[in-house]
């Protein structure tokens, strides 16, 4: 079946403009989580959704970032001002309930898509 | 929060050869610990994992450690092919959704 799907793949953009960067979960999935790659990093957390609402939203670096998900299906990252730091890969992954162990050998895997690379010029 | 430090950056292997990265970790309560290959143009995949409960786990060609009192695990390749090339990232989880990871190891198969 379809995996987690991200839109657009690349993203060039300038410094102090505004970008929308979407994420379409795998369908039936109540779960989604927004990460951050910077070159040479590691996977950095930004947010997460359980349905339409984000109980954790503590890895949000600034208030130019904001996250929203409706109908508990596609989400969308916005990046306001953009600024230089902000360019990185931005990856979306869900998951069927919330991620994480659940009871003897199970655990709530995240999906992962192939990421929006941004560039802030 | 859980800090997790992976070695090394880069590993370069012969095929047939045998790979291995490190991670450590710095929260005790952290309780599982899975292993994500990320192809060029994919997002990172999980091939394996291992609770805080088990010291060692095998699926055929690759295996993971766990060393708690040290707070280290290790993932090995054996046998290494060409299609192991990728950057493989370690993570750690106090068990629920969010992870910590590595800064990711790059390894090259050379044939």
């Known amino acids: 079946g379809a995996g987690v799907s991200q839109s657009p793949s690349n993203k060039v953009t300038e410094k102090g403009k505004d970008v929308e960067l979407r994420c379409d979960p795998i369908s039936g999935h109540t779960a989604l989580y927004w990460y951050r790659q910077s070159l040479g990093q590691g996977l950095e957390f930004l947010i997460y959704f359980q349905g339409n609402s984000a109980p954790d939203k503590s890895g949000l670096p600034s208030d130019r970032f904001s996250a929203e998900r409706t109908g508990g299906s596609v989400s969308t990252l916005t990046i306001q001002r953009t600024q230089q730091e902000d360019s990185a890969v931005y990856l979306c992954?869900?998951?069927?309930?919330?991620?994480?162990?659940?009871?003897?050998?199970?655990?709530?895997?995240?999906?992962f898509g192939p990421g929006t690379r941004l560039t802030v010029l | 929060g859980e800090n997790v430090e992976q070695h090394p950056s880069t590993l370069s292997v012969q095929e047939g050869d045998s790979a291995v990265i490190k991670c450590t970790y710095s929260?005790?309560?952290?309780?599982?610990f899975p292993w994500y290959k990320q192809e060029l143009g994919k997002g990172p995949q999980l091939i394996i994992d291992?609770?805080?409960?088990?010291g060692e786990k095998k699926d055929q060609r690759i295996a993971v450690t766990l060393n708690k009192t040290a707070k280290h695990f290790s993932l090995h390749i054996t046998e290494t092919q060409p299609e192991d090339s990728a950057v493989y990232f370690c993570?750690?989880?106090?068990?629920?959704?969010?992870?910590?990871f590595g800064a990711g190891t790059t390894v090259t198969v050379r044939a």
């Open positions: 993570a750690a989880s106090m068990g629920d959704y969010k992870l910590s």
């Open positions: 929260d005790s309560a952290s309780n599982y």
């Open positions: 992954a869900s998951s069927s309930i919330r991620g994480g162990l659940a009871g003897v050998g199970t655990y709530n895997e995240q999906f």
């Open positions: 291992i609770r805080s409960n088990v």
